[in-house]
């Protein structure tokens, strides 16, 4: 009897530890990899994970569309997952708190440097492109109210409603910090979905939008890129960024993701998110289908 019940004991400790590793949801020879809330994001991490798995021996689970900023940034520094693409501007002013930074590489190595400092999260190189945040109209409207700068729009903003991501409301370098350094309000503002910010503009139902330079709708739409006449936003160059663990765990993922380094500009990227936003193809398709063109992947 004494030998049953620590035969039986055994089994449950066994079916224990069995569980909580199954429940961990991967295993030592597989990387997660997340994505915010939008198509760019989305178009990164499928191209992450197929330079990954054709270069290396790791299997990739994908989080795209995740969640905002914090959502990601918090899961990454959790150990929900293991990497994601971050801009270097969000990770300065709005992640870190840190004061303006307008040289690019400056930006970058600030970042660079905190974030091994004190979250042990390692930037690897940039993939090349800068999205900074714009403020967009319709062509039409701001040809006929005069606006072509945002402090031309300052004069005007009383009347105006800005439509955009609620992201941008709530963030250091979005609505508040905006309106602070350009001395204006808005009439009102509306937080939205980022992918209905550019058909609402189009479609006359606000006046003003929080933008992304590299989004092919504001071609397609016909809108009209405010100068930030006052430099009131960052550089926003995307790059991997991954945990120091899983870095040292597996360091062949920084050779793989050095392939993608430097290979996208702004006029590139917004022609891969068109493709997706505009003429809907599948963002792994766009991805793997730019990789093969490249001769990055199989």
């Keep these: 009897m004494k030998k049953t019940a620590i035969l039986l004991l055994s089994v449950l400790v066994v079916m224990v530890f069995t569980g909580c590793s199954l429940l961990s949801g991967k295993n030592s020879n597989t990387v997660v990899i997340a994505g ?5 994001q989305d178009i990164l991490v499928y191209m992450m994970k197929y330079v990954i798995e054709d270069q290396t021996k790791l299997k990739v689970e994908t989080k795209a569309f995740l969640g905002g900023t914090s959502v990601v940034a918090q899961a990454i520094e959790r150990g929900d997952i293991d990497i994601y693409p971050e801009y270097t501007g969000t ?103 980022p992918g209905l910010t550019y058909a609402a503009v189009r479609d006359k139902k606000v006046h003003v939008i929080d933008g992304f330079s590299t ?14 006449d006052k430099k009131f936003f960052p550089p ?17 993922i920084a050779d793989a993701l050095k392939l993608l380094a430097g290979k996208l500009n702004e006029t590139e990227m917004a022609k891969l998110n068109a493709k997706v936003d505009l003429e809907k193809q599948d963002p792994k398709a766009v991805a793997k289908e730019w990789l093969q063109s490249k001769g990055l992947i199989k």
Excluded at 36 to 40: Q, S, V, W
Aim: aromatic share 10%.
């Design 215 to 228: 989004d092919g709708r504001i071609v397609a739409f016909n809108l009209k890129v405010l100068e930030d």
């Design 36 to 40: 915010k809330n939008f198509t760019e």
């Design 236 to 252: 926003y160059y995307a790059a991997p960024i991954i945990r120091e663990d899983t870095l040292k765990k597996h360091p062949e």
């Design 91 to 193: 990770a300065l002013i709005n992640l870190l708190g840190e004061p303006m930074i307008s040289d690019p590489q400056a930006a970058y190595d600030k970042v660079k440097n905190i974030y091994k400092e004190k979250k042990q999260i390692i930037w690897l190189e940039p993939f090349g492109f800068n999205n900074t945040y714009t403020l967009t109209m319709r062509t039409d409207e701001a040809e006929r109210l005069g606006i072509r700068t945002i402090s031309d729009l300052a004069a005007k903003a009383d009347r105006l409603m800005l439509g955009c991501t609620q992201e941008f409301l709530e963030r250091a370098d979005g609505q508040k910090g905006l309106e602070e350094k350009y001395g204006f309000k808005f009439a009102a503002s509306s937080g939205m979905d």
